[in-house]
Antibody, heavy 117, light 107 residues
Framework: EVQLVESGGGLIQPGGSLRLSCAAS????????MNWVRQAPGKGLEWVSYKTSDRKTIHYADSVKGRFTISRDNAKNSLSLQMNSLRDEDSAVYYCAVSIEGHFAYWGQGTLVTVSS | EIVMTQSPATLSVSPGERATLSCRAS??????LAWYQQKPGQAPRLLIY???TRATGIPARFSGSGSGTEFTLTISSLQSEDFALYYCQQYNDWPRTFGQGTEVEIK
């Protein structure tokens, strides 16, 4: 069974930094592309970032480019998102999701990030 | 950026009836279109990918159709567990984009 468990969310002041993690199991993590997708409270889904299994290709949404960094450790079946210079509008539940041919086949339960002073 | 527009925002349907949800892309996404279901407090769940292929474990009452810029998700006979939010998503280009969602509510 595919399991994706996010952690690292919490309350952070504007301008601060936070690192999210996603622990993966139940599938071949090292051969799948991974994503972060977020959902602000009461709002829709917004794709944030993507990284291929070979770590050679990375994409970011314009809203986070230059502030967020996606990384992965295939040996540890782990995906991370380093978030710097956080803004109020970054407040959301952050999901990690497995890409298969572009669609998001599996999702974690999410971790809540609240940016507020 | 490809803008995905879903209609209607809210669909009121009685159990057992058919529900038809629409999704329009601002430019062609070929058949690179997926549908997700989300219930309150839960993560989204993949229903349909490549426009019309049901994901593993998804009942046959869910079907998808369309191509290019116009897509439809049909739920043939609504069950109680189907009342939820539905999102379409294109993966033909970067950034990946979602529609704003259609809420299917009990009439």
């Amino acid at each position: 069974e595919v399991q994706l468990v996010e952690s690292g969310g919490g309350l952070i002041q504007p301008g601060g930094s936070l690192r999210l993690s996603c622990a993966a199991s139940g599938f071949s993590f090292s051969t799948h592309s991974m994503n972060w997708v977020r959902q602000a409270p009461g709002k829709g889904l917004e794709w944030v970032s993507y990284k291929t299994s070979d770590r050679k290709t990375i994409h970011y949404a314009d809203s986070v480019k230059g502030r967020f960094t996606i990384s992965r450790d295939n040996a540890k079946n782990s995906l991370s998102l380093q978030m710097n210079s956080l803004r109020d509008e970054d407040s959301a539940v952050y999901y990690c999701a497995v890409s298969i041919e572009g669609h998001f086949a599996y999702w974690g339960q999410g971790t809540l990030v609240t940016v507020s002073s | 950026e490809i803008v995905m527009t879903q209609s209607p925002a809210t669909l009121s349907v009685s159990p057992g009836e058919r529900a038809t949800l629409s999704c329009r892309a601002s430019q062609s996404v070929s058949s690179n279109l997926a549908w997700y279901q989300q219930k309150p407090g839960q993560a989204p769940r993949l229903l349909i990918y490549d426009t019309s292929t049901r994901a593993t474990g998804i009942p046959a009452r869910f079907s998808g159709s369309g191509s290019g810029t116009e897509f439809t998700l049909t739920i043939s006979s609504l069950q109680s567990e189907d009342f939820a939010l539905y999102y379409c998503q294109q993966y033909n280009d970067w950034p990946r984009t979602f529609g704003q969602g259609t809420e299917v509510e009990i009439k």
